[in-house]
């Protein structure tokens, strides 16, 4: 048995660097989690726009295509030349193109909001996001405090590395000062298991141990 006798704060400052590395790796974890949920809202953001600037476009079209109607019905009347009709196909045909790379980005967006979810895209069960409802801030401040700041975990992080180092150069000054602890010993030494119980094989020891460097 021995206890070691923390006469210089070395065993202290060692606990002291422990618990800053275990402060360090919660806030780790609470910056992991934040960036995650950042990026899930940024990205249904993404993803309900697309669909509404998809849904947008197709109700482009179909107006489009209505004054396509119309400008048949002008050119068939006399009132309009029949350039106007090359110019309104002309303009749905580049509608009905970018709907393809929206679309792309679109499923890359579900893709992305499926995997951040720990989901594979193919089983993911997305809800449905209006972009109409998403509402933001009415009164923002023009300032805030500093000591927000003190709440951000990459702050928190970096305060408990520096703790984590104020603790090692305790434990490396505290060796630089001789350590002692308080020893004791007991047990039987026998030449066969049968001499194990003897009184005569008994032995012990006790007393303190200084270890200069």
Do not use: C
Request: a neutral charge; glycine letters at 6%.
């Amino acid at each position: 048995v021995s206890y070691a006798m923390d006469v210089f704060g070395g065993a202290r400052r060692s606990v002291e660097s422990l618990r800053a590395q275990a402060e360090y790796q919660r806030y780790e974890n609470v910056a992991a989690y934040l960036i995650l949920s950042a990026n899930v809202v940024n990205t249904s953001i993404a993803r309900a726009a697309y669909d509404e600037e998809i849904r947008t476009t197709n109700q482009l079209i179909e107006l489009e295509k209505q004054q396509l109607r119309l400008t048949k019905v002008q050119i068939r009347a006399g009132t309009s030349p029949y350039s106007n009709i090359l110019s309104v196909q002309s303009l749905i045909a580049t509608n009905q193109a970018s709907l393809a790379p929206l679309k792309q980005n679109l499923a890359q967006a579900e893709h992305l909001l499926a995997t951040l979810e720990g989901e594979f895209p193919s089983k993911a069960d997305l809800p449905d996001i209006n972009l109409n409802k998403f509402s933001l801030p009415i009164d923002l401040p023009v300032s805030l405090p500093s000591d927000l700041v003190n709440q951000r975990p990459d702050i928190l992080a970096a305060e408990a590395q520096m703790h984590v180092a104020s603790a090692k150069i305790g434990v490396a000054t505290a060796l630089m000062f001789p350590s002692f602890s308080l020893n004791g010993t007991f047990g039987t030494s026998g030449t066969n298991f049968g001499n194990l119980t003897a009184a005569s094989g008994k032995f012990w020891s006790i007393g303190p141990v200084a270890t200069i460097p």
